[in-house]
């Protein structure tokens, strides 16, 4: 029987904010504790493909302030990924899933006090389960992966549950280095079976405080105004559920028209539209949780220098070579990044249809 996280609303961790660039926050969350220790168990028993140490990290010049690490081993050893032919592919029992995975690399199950389980429509009589699990290929300190109850073997499709809980997740952290992504099918997600990633990254990423501008406020939903061009959400702890489903309905329509999609989730200021000071600018008391509509890569060559994946549109580089990583600039990053992207028409057409819809709703 694994650990069990149980938590409620007034775990939430609001005091958290930025100085200088470097995390500075209330003392460390349980939530921290528990996942950082038992990362660290499970690297010390052995339990990962590679040991991960300190990665080499350098800070690209630039205005986008990418952080670029060197990570070989996860380009080498990281499990070969599934042919993923369809962003609505079935789940298929017969390939790898997190029902296959050695019993050890859970860590616990988060689990939220006095809630039921609602999941698809279906309430049931026990609360929902997210499995948090080590990622044995990790990309960074703490990397592990949330997984909705496992034994029900959703598809890599988000939902309202995994979508919320994920969120929660960032809430429920004192440190402002905590993230989260996710990869749709297409987006380069390696397994079909519905999972989030979570890290940690010491190091500020531009996403945190971008300038955006409203599209639907009310339901949390903006545009980013810079590079990559991709939408945000903004929710503090009261306004979580309703943020949470707007989110699917986003990333529903975008399943439903086949385009594939990544989101990163992270500590962030508020929107520019309700910043009023300069502490404003510093506050990380809410979350933001950027969706990056993209084309997709089904079989695609892979990129060498690193794959337009769970991070990288958020400004977090791992490159898989040294040379790559020695000499790449961030023009090279844009011209990389911007293969990916949609079109700028395709990209304001759907603005407008999911402005729309968000407004409809």
């Not at 499709?157 to 989260?180: C, G, K, M, N, Y």
Request: proline share 5%.
């Amino acid at each position: 029987m694994p650990l069990q996280f149980v938590y409620n609303n007034q775990d939430f961790v609001a005091d958290v904010h930025r100085s200088s660039g470097n995390r500075l926050s209330s003392p460390q969350a349980k939530f921290d504790t528990t996942i950082q220790a038992g990362w660290s168990d499970r690297m010390n028993k052995g339990l990962f493909r590679y040991h991960l140490g300190d990665l080499q990290t350098r800070i690209l010049p630039g205005p986008h302030d990418y952080v670029a690490q060197l990570n070989i081993q996860r380009g080498l050893q990281r499990r070969k990924p599934q042919e993923i032919l369809s962003i609505k592919q079935e789940f298929n029992a017969k390939q790898f899933n997190f029902n296959k995975i050695n019993p050890e690399e859970v860590i616990f199950e988060m689990i939220k006090d006095g809630e039921e389980g609602n999941e698809n429509g279906q309430l049931h009589a026990h609360p929902c389960r997210m499995a948090v699990l080590v990622n044995v290929s990790p990309l960074e300190f703490g990397h592990c992966l949330f997984v909705p109850d496992p034994s029900r073997c959703f598809p890599q499709v988000l939902t309202s549950f995994a979508i919320q809980a994920v969120i929660e997740s960032v809430l429920l952290s004192s440190d402002p280095s905590f993230r989260v992504g996710f990869n749709s099918l297409g987006a380069f997600a390696s397994v079909n079976h519905l999972h989030l990633h979570g890290y940690y990254l010491n190091h500020e990423l531009k996403i945190e405080s971008v300038s955006v501008k409203p599209l639907v406020p009310e339901k949390g939903f903006y545009r980013l105004l810079d590079f990559p061009s991709g939408f945000c959400f903004y929710t503090e702890s009261e306004c979580v559920e309703k943020v949470a489903r707007a989110i699917c309905r986003v990333t529903d329509f975008l399943v439903d028209r086949n385009i594939a999609h990544n989101m990163f989730l992270t500590r962030g200021c508020p929107p520019c539209d309700r910043i009023q000071n300069e502490k404003d600018h510093f506050s990380r008391k809410g979350v933001r949780i950027a969706v990056w509509p993209r084309t997709s890569c089904f079989g695609a060559k892979e990129e060498s220098a690193f794959n337009v994946a769970l991070c990288e549109l958020a400004g977090h580089l791992p490159f898989k070579n040294k040379k790559d990583y020695e000499v790449s600039t961030e023009k090279d990053v844009i011209d990389i990044i911007q293969r990916y992207l949609l079109a700028d028409a395709e990209f304001h057409t759907l603005e407008q249809q999911l402005t729309c819809l968000l407004m409809d709703s």
